[in-house]
């Protein structure tokens, strides 16, 4: 809840600089909350190109239905996005309010309702109160300004401790664009393809194709490496917003090496909310980075490290800063891949406890104990079997969760 | 821990008659526990057949990769296990004290130490001190009787609450056999081959390949359909001994009609000591059943089960006693198996609160809370697309899962 103690994990949410063609801002609408912010809008500057990537869920939220049609267009002028009531599992009563909403940001903005894009997160099941939605808009759109990057981030909030933003710069040739992207997520997070919201923009003109393929690229390494819970969202979306204000070079369809710069920054800032996603898991203590090397492939080293992730014994052995690291050999055992025992090590703030499948004969506890007191813990798995690799990054499983998950709807 | 206060879901330990050829017991050599017993073992009569089914963790205790090896004998005199040190990731030590162990047993009783079954439970990565346990053998060995079962019950259990065992009446012909069974587990439990450990012992008389057919296909109906925390054990192991004492007509050795019955019985006996196993799901409060039908398999009808039944959000709702059942739609959908949202319907406690993908306006609550406040909780899910069914078992996540888990080993 936006009540609860932040995340001792938490950042400060960094100053957010204005990105040419970008209008943005929050109100309160009162979907669910009293007394805080819970409809977020933003407008773009005409020509804006849009990519997104949402949830593999097979129940997916009615706001995702409408974002996926409305993706095939490719252009993008506005985005609206409520917190509180997720608009899932509502039938056709959702898809009732998902184009009530659209149409209602589209009328005050004089553009087709396709390119207005929705998101909703919260409760799952109820029927979205849009008439609420449609009641805010006006006074809402009538404030939007370059300066709402923050408002914004405070706005999307549901059980998240503390609001989640990460900007970067690149070049683009000798022209410098700015990127910017707001986050919520904090439980329900095991991304499959993306993970709750995300909210990216830029004012770098990329054609379309290309800019839906840089953001699978960045999602990839991003945030398809983190888990809270396992359980993949209804809702997850992940929007990129290009408004061409920027006057860089043209950029060719595939991109080339002028994008180089860009599709590195655009990775780093998408780990970087990522990872405040993983900082503001709901209950967390911890902040856990899983290393697997020796894999017989990347693909098999992100299944085992991902099986370390959600395995709840070590998410609990990690909340009561115990480094069971026989909890985590069970784990990796678990997960189906490819594994010998006896080639195993496994090791806790970089001190190898196991090696070759057993225990190393008198490893020095004292700074391992020192490593698990801390907010973040570092866990290394090499499988000894071939080249393959992967980071993940999970939390702790704590009694903060069961506090939140066994009384959040009543 | 054997201190915890009992489940609230625990059943009594039924009285477990003799099965002629065995005898059984327990006693305390000190391994892990004070003050309780934390070996047991068993003797079989010359001629007893044995079949199990292992983990299939792919870092498997040593003494699984014992059993796995004695088990191609086909042929079982004894049985030792020991609660309290998994030795498991124990390297060369861990084989050598199975092999001690096994040489003991072995030179007491007369036979091969390959006609000696072993299994291990508790801490993982710790090397067994096989001394304290081959130092209490002998006077264990003289002490054994056909009236041990509820002391070998007690014996095996490590965070367990409440002790477990079955028995079942079975006619072969005209003759009647018996079959008990012992079961412990409590976490780590999401079995993939077989759960934790269980012995059966039988006085029928039946071929070891029949014998190893019937335990697989009955593991599948019983065992394969729980889970506690999806974390699957390194230790896993049912066995099953039959002396052949029984003065039954003789089994050919494809089965045939002759054995409908005992198979039967078989299946209820693990099935009931499976769902012991949940009743005693570290932390729990709440046994979960969950029905799905509908589905275009029976197999993608169990994942779609097993994905409900993991679900901490799903676990965390109902400890609450909320009848969340849009996280029941969410776990649904990230099964990756072939769903549709608008042919989706959920029921619990018998009351359908969404059909076809929306939910039932005005469905009655009262009926649905009253079920919540119970210790057992039922679940039902349609898929609407085909015939296959499959129904699994699981229990709440509670504080107390986090208790037992975030200070086990400490």
Known sequence: MPTAKPSPMAVPLPPLPPIAGVRIGACAAGIRYVGRTDLVAAEFAPGTHVAGVFTSNKCPGAPVDWCRAALKGGRARALVVNAGN????????????????????????????????????????????????????????????????????????????????????????????????????????????????????????????????????????????????????????????????????????????????????????????????VRDGEGASKLIRIDVSGAVSGKSARRVAMSIANSPLVKTAIAGEDANWGRIAMAVGKAGEKADRDKLSISIGGVWMARDGAVVAGYDEAPVVAHMRGHEVNIAVDLGLGRGQASVWSCDLTHGYIDINGAYRS
Not at 147 to 153: K, M, N, Q, R
Not at 202 to 222: E, F, V, Y
Request: neutral net charge.
């Open 86 to 277: 997720a608009n899932v599992f509502t039938g056709r009563a959702g898809a009732q309010a998902t184009r009530a909403t659209a149409d209602a940001a589209a009328a005050l903005g004089g553009y087709p309702a396709k390119q207005v894009f929705l998101a909703s997160t919260g409760v799952i099941g109820e029927v979205l109160a849009h008439d609420k939605i449609t009641a805010a808009l006006p006074a809402l759109f009538g404030a939007l300004s370059a300066d709402g990057w923050a408002d914004a981030a405070h706005g999307i909030m549901t059980t998240d401790t503390f609001a989640k933003g990460a900007t970067r710069q690149a070049l683009i040739g000798e022209t410098t664009v700015t990127i910017n992207g707001i986050a919520k997520g904090s439980g329900m997070i095991a991304p499959d393809m993306a993970t709750m919201l995300c909210f990216v923009a830029t004012d770098a003109k990329i054609p379309q194709p290309l800019l839906q393929k840089l953001l699978r690229r960045a999602i990839a390494g991003s945030f398809n490496r983190i888990t809270v819970d396992s359980d993949t969202s209804t809702s997850d979306t992940v929007l990129l917003f290009a408004t061409g204000a920027a006057k860089h070079r043209a950029v060719p369809a595939d991109g080339g090496k002028l994008l180089t710069g860009f599709a590195r920054a655009l990775t780093e800032l998408l780990h970087e909310l990522a990872l405040q996603v």
